[in-house]
């Protein structure tokens, strides 16, 4: 089969790879019909994660059709199309019985506080991903979903992994009626976080970042206020300025450890790794807020982190909430907002790679050329 492998930092190749066999009674093989490229996928590219090996394939956001099963299967059939969100769990664990389906303690030899994720380094459990023709599928009765037959593919591929943890981030807020919401990042995972604060009852939605074109679909596809954080000395400043010198009631940080906005920083950690990331967009969301107020952590850091205003937190009486998305959990609801016409998921879809251009499709994604938010990944007969 033809799949995405990493070769190196800033490497990506597509190449002849097997098509993965059953390990387990209860595998399931999918052939992908469509796969995304995530902003987590960055991390990996830019060498930024531990433990990425070389020949990995990437991709931990796919759907597909069911090509074969595992004897002990029987949720699914070949034929089926299914999307599978991007946790690998085992979902009968302690952490999985409370719905922590990120935190699955059974499925990851290689860390005890993330489970497994697909595509993403030995660090989360060393699964290959989806940016490929064919993907194994573990615990196939866990995870996978059949895909209703009204939603398509380009809608069902961001389930697995951007509209969920955009909503999952604004969930974690714990928006209250007419909050004001300031959401860090205007990726996919901002523009889902921001879009869906609205749906839970949020009377303001504020979006930064320092990219115009996506601060456009900020506005137009989120309904959201924009700033431009290169234009202002103090972002943070001008937060308070705009929000009656309280802040706001939540702030989202849907930027992570490869944060813009304090060069030395930018510099120190992600050119020269002396720690796992920069801390910018989560004390900028930690000093936004008002005090008792919440913070809501969806952007991905290393696990050893310095310079973070934890004391301002503890001072302020912040409650942070963070978590990798538990994905299936927020499919139920999710379901019914996209049937209902209240979120179109594929509206903020600017490419449709062939998967043989995937090299290309990276560097669009990660120099952020062509007016480029999401990616996906199409296998060729699709
Ligand atoms: N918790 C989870 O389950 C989960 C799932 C998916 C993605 N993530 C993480 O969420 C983050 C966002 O993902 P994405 O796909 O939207 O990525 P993305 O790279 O497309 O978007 C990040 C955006 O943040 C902007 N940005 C950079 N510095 C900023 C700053 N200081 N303030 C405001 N904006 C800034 C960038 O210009 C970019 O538009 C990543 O860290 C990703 O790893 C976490
Ligand atoms: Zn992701
Ligand atoms: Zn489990």
């Known amino acids: 089969m033809r799949a995405m492998v990493y070769r190196g930092p800033y490497k990506i190749r597509v ?3 097997d098509v993965p066999p059953i390990e387990h009674p209860n595998d399931a093989i999918v052939r992908v019909t469509r796969a995304a490229i995530c902003g987590s996928d960055l991390h990996l590219y830019h060498g930024m994660m531990p433990d990425t090996r070389v020949g990995m394939t990437f991709g931990h956001e796919f759907v597909g059709v069911v090509e074969e099963v595992g004897s002990s299967v029987e949720r699914l059939q070949p034929g089926d199309r299914v999307m599978v969100p991007f946790n690998v769990y085992c979902g009968s664990c302690y ?3 409370r719905g922590l389906y990120s935190n699955c303690h059974n499925v990851n030899p290689n860390a005890t506080a993330v489970g497994g994720i697909y595509g993403y380094s030995h660090t989360c459990g060393g699964y290959d991903g989806g940016q490929a023709e064919y993907v194994r599928v573990p615990f196939a009765d866990v995870g996978p979903m059949k895909i209703p037959e ?3 593919d380009d809608d069902a591929v961001l389930f697995t992994d951007a ?13 209250k009626e007419g909050d004001v919401v300031v959401v860090f990042g205007a990726g996919p995972v901002g523009l889902f976080a921001a879009r869906s604060a609205w749906l839970m009852g949020a009377g303001r939605v504020i979006v930064i970042d320092h990219l115009e074109y996506r601060l456009e679909m900020a506005r137009t596809f989120a309904y959201a206020e924009t700033y431009n954080f290169a234009e202002y000395d103090d972002i943070v400043v001008h937060m308070k300025r705009i929000t009656d010198f309280l802040g706001a009631d939540v702030a989202i940080d849907a930027v992570g450890a490869e944060a813009d906005g304090n060069l030395t920083q930018h510099v120190t950690t992600t050119q020269f790794k002396l720690q796992g990331g920069s801390p910018v967009a989560v004390n900028w969301a930690i000093d936004s807020v008002r005090k008792g107020g919440t913070v809501s952590i969806m952007g991905a850091y290393g696990p050893l982190f310095s310079a973070v205003k934890l004391g301002d937190a503890v001072n302020k009486g912040l409650t942070l909430r963070m978590n990798q998305c538990p994905v299936k959990r927020q499919w139920p609801r999710l379901l019914e907002h996209v049937r209902d016409g209240h979120i179109k998921p594929s509206d903020i879809v600017t490419h449709r790679i062939p998967l043989d251009q995937v090299t290309e499709g990276y560097h669009i994604f990660s120099a952020k050329l062509d007016g480029c938010i999401k990616p996906l990944i199409v296998p060729s007969g699709n």
């Open 15 to 17: 190449e002849e790879k």
């Open 163 to 175: 509209l969920a943890t955009g909503y999952f981030g604004a969930q974690l807020g714990d928006i």
């Open 95 to 97: 952490f999985c019985a």
């Open 150 to 152: 009204w939603l398509d």
